[in-house]
């Protein structure tokens, strides 16, 4: 049998749960996750500012 090397290995994804225990994670995995979490709050920004402008031109519709 093979040895596998760890690049052949499947990356695990990396993911955050709020309010998990962050004592065994290393900084490199803390900056991973803060920029993942970062990344999240731009698309959901993102797509806040899309629905308030979908909801302003429906509303601007209907007032007419």
């Known amino acids: 049998m093979p040895a596998f090397d760890e690049e052949d290995r499947p990356k695990k994804k990396i993911t955050h749960e709020i309010g998990q225990d962050l004592t065994l994670l ?6 991973a996750r803060i920029d993942l979490l970062r990344e999240e709050i731009a698309r959901l920004e993102a797509d806040i500012k899309t629905k308030q402008a979908s909801r302003s031109a429906a509303d601007q519709f209907f007032k007419r």
């Open 26 to 31: 290393s900084v490199a995995e803390l900056n």
